[in-house]
């Protein structure tokens, strides 16, 4: 099987280069193990930041070793009492075709009513995301003004439906007409802001008269300095993401003044240190997908040796909904 090793450490911009594909056998399985065909790998934002030497908030991705990531496959083959041939699972088996776990970190999936690629958007850690910000941290009620930013993307989506359905007006932030008018056709939102477009002070300023409580940061840079302005007394920000600045670009904030004038909280979060809270928003938005009421889009990369353009490609925009890579068939 086919997998994707870290071979070097970017200097400032990742490019196909850092990346290698190998062919390594399928291993025979100890006691406790099983073997995993990986039907698709998820790709974050995240993958860029531990691709440094640098230690962020988690260990560097290690060189000559599996790419981490989430994926969801079938269980090809058990050692361990706990799984059989053929149940669907999620786990961190990484850019891979398979894999061996000890089965610790798996969880089974229920595919009869939500699609399995959708346990990595959705109904998995993108959307457990957006619902911790939008529920832990922005706390809004109904009538409130919402922004969220990166607003097609696996979060941003999910984050703009969830305040919709709490009778929020909905404000996004996307690149290009194209996904602007998903959001707003598809999504449900009130209104986009197309950060691309010459006028986008102006549209910001139209989508927001009565200002904006709460804001879902998936950005940072100068559209979100500008969101700063909009701010009402006692707003809230979950600060999520400031993928601007993933490859050592500086953010510079220059109306930080607003946070004492208008008394603004703002609050970053980890989503995977809040585990707690995972089979809650998990059920819900569960549920939310199955029923139809979160929709979701996906870009899929044909296959393995795909990853590395379609990564870069998400850390320039050129997804549309939550990046996908697909694997072997089920
Ligand atoms: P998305 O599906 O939203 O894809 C990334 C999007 O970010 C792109 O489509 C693009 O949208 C936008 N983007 C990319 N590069 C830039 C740039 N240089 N400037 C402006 N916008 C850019 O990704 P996710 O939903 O997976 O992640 C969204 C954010 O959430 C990221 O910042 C990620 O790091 C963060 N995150 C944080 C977590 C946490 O625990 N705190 C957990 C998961 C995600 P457009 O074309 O509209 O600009």
């Known amino acids: 099987y ?15 280069d850092n990346f290698r594909l190998e062919t390594l056998d399928i291993p025979e399985l100890t006691e406790g193990q099983v073997l995993i065909k990986n039907h698709f790998l998820s790709l974050d934002p995240y993958m860029r930041v531990r691709m440094n030497a640098e230690r962020g908030y988690a260990d560097p991705q290690a060189l000559n070793e599996t790419m981490i990531g989430g994926t969801v496959g079938t269980i090809v083959a058990t050692k361990n009492a706990r799984f059989t041939v053929g149940e669907k699972v999620i786990g961190m088996m990484g850019w891979a075709e398979m894999g061996v776990s000890d089965g610790v970190l798996l969880r089974k999936l229920d595919t009869s009513h939500i699609p399995l690629s959708a346990y990595l958007g959705a109904v998995g850690m993108p959307g457990m995301t957006a619902w911790y910000g939008l529920t832990q941290i922005m706390q809004v009620k109904a009538g409130e003004t919402v922004l969220v930013s990166a607003a097609s ?13 709490q009778g929020c007006r909905v404000i996004g932030i996307a690149g290009g007409s194209e996904k602007c008018e998903y959001v707003v056709n598809q999504l449900g939102f009130d209104a986009c802001v197309d950060y691309k ?5 102006q549209q910001l300023i139209a989508a927001s008269p009565q200002g904006i409580d709460a804001i879902f940061e998936n950005v940072g840079g100068e559209v979100f300095d500008a969101c ?3 701010m009402n007394p006692f707003g809230r920000i979950a600060l999520c993401g400031m993928i601007a600045g993933y490859e050592s670009e500086e953010l510079p904030i220059k109306n930080a003044r607003v946070l004492l004038t208008q008394r603004l909280t703002v609050r970053g979060f980890i989503i995977s240190e809040h585990m707690d809270l995972w089979p809650q928003g998990l059920k819900e938005l569960g549920s939310l997908v199955a029923s139809g009421k979160i929709k979701f889009k996906e870009s899929i990369a044909p296959d393995l040796a795909a990853a590395p353009e379609a990564f870069l490609g ?7 909904g939550k990046q996908l890579v697909r694997l072997l068939p089920e």
Do not use: E, M, T, Y
């Not at 086919?2 to 196909?16: C, E, K």
């Not at 998400?314 to 549309?320: D, I, P, R, S, V």
């Open 153 to 165: 993307g696996a979060v941003g989506s999910v984050v703009g439906q969830l305040a919709k359905l």
């Open 197 to 201: 477009s010459q006028d986008w002070q």
């Open 2 to 16: 086919r997998r994707i090793v870290l071979a070097s450490r970017p200097q400032q911009h990742a490019s196909v």
């Open 228 to 230: 700063l302005l909009r």
């Open 314 to 320: 998400l850390l320039k925009g050129k997804n549309f």
